[in-house]
T-cell receptor, first 114, second 114 residues
Framework: DAGVIQSPRHEVTEMGQEVTLRCKPISGHNSLFWYRQTMMRGLELLIYFNNNVPIDDSGMPEDRFSAKMPNASFSTLKIQPSEPRDSAVYFC????????????FGPGTRLTVT | KQEVTQIPAALSVPEGENLVLNCSFTDSAIYNLQWFRQDPGKGLTSLLLIQSSQREQTSGRLNASLDKSSGRSTLYIAASQPGDSATYLCAVPISGGGADGLTFGKGTHLIIQP
């Protein structure tokens, strides 16, 4: 299995631009999670989906952030407009919603907003 | 609100030593606990997952224990090697359930000196 796939791996953009991060979960997994990691706050959950349905988006910092999961094999996290304080590493993770619920993480997208 | 604390924040030891990393959590009603490893600039690799009904899990030189009643877990690394140098993160489900997103500690930054 290829594991969780994220793209792009690095993104540099100017303040005010729209940013779209992409994630492909492990085939067969039915839960998908978006996390953000910063030096100050560590790893924080932004939103997660079960069977493509958003369950908890309380971690989404502002209305500028939105996430979708149109099908079981694809999810996007969009920031519009982006701000310098959004600079962070964004991780996607997936799990099978049964058994151990072990989460597997992608390599992350390092976002820099100038 | 579930909070996770990891002690120590950093640790530097010579190669060959056995060492213990500590994790504590405030709400003992957890479904499981995961230990991850993160190398600089990389994603998270799942090391061990302990179910709430289990007391410990072992993988090679790693052993993780769980004491739910006291809200503690330890990760024991035997015969440490320079390749073990990384940040080790402990995580539990935010609301206790297995299908939830995770809340993380700030990690222990481990350096093994050759």
């Amino acid at each position: 299995d290829a594991g969780v796939i994220q793209s792009p791996r690095h993104e540099v953009t100017e303040m005010g631009q729209e940013v779209t991060l992409r994630c492909k979960p492990i085939s067969g997994h039915n839960s998908l999670f978006w996390y953000r990691q910063t030096m100050m706050r560590g790893l924080e959950l932004l939103i997660y989906f079960n069977n493509n349905v958003p369950i908890d988006d309380s971690g989404m910092p502002e209305d500028r952030f939105s996430a979708k999961m149109p099908n079981a094999s694809f999810s996007t996290l969009k920031i519009q407009p982006s701000e310098p304080r959004d600079s962070a590493v964004y991780f996607c993770a997936s799990s099978f919603r049964q058994g151990t619920y072990e989460q597997y993480f992608g390599p992350g997208t390092r976002l820099t907003v100038t | 609100k579930q909070e996770v604390t990891q002690i120590p924040a950093a640790l530097s030891v010579p190669e060959g030593e056995n060492l213990v990393l500590n994790c504590s959590f405030t709400d003992s009603a957890i479904y499981n606990l995961q230990w991850f490893r993160q190398d600089p600039g990389k994603g998270l690799t799942s090391l061990l997952l302990i179910q709430s009904s289990q007391r410990e899990q072992t993988s090679g030189r790693l052993n993780a224990s769980l004491d739910k009643s006291s809200g503690r877990s330890t990760l024991y690394i035997a015969a440490s090697q320079p390749g073990d140098s990384a940040t080790y993160l402990c995580a539990v489900p935010i609301s206790g359930g297995g299908a939830d997103g995770l809340t993380f500690g700030k990690g222990t930054h481990l350096i093994i000196q050759p």
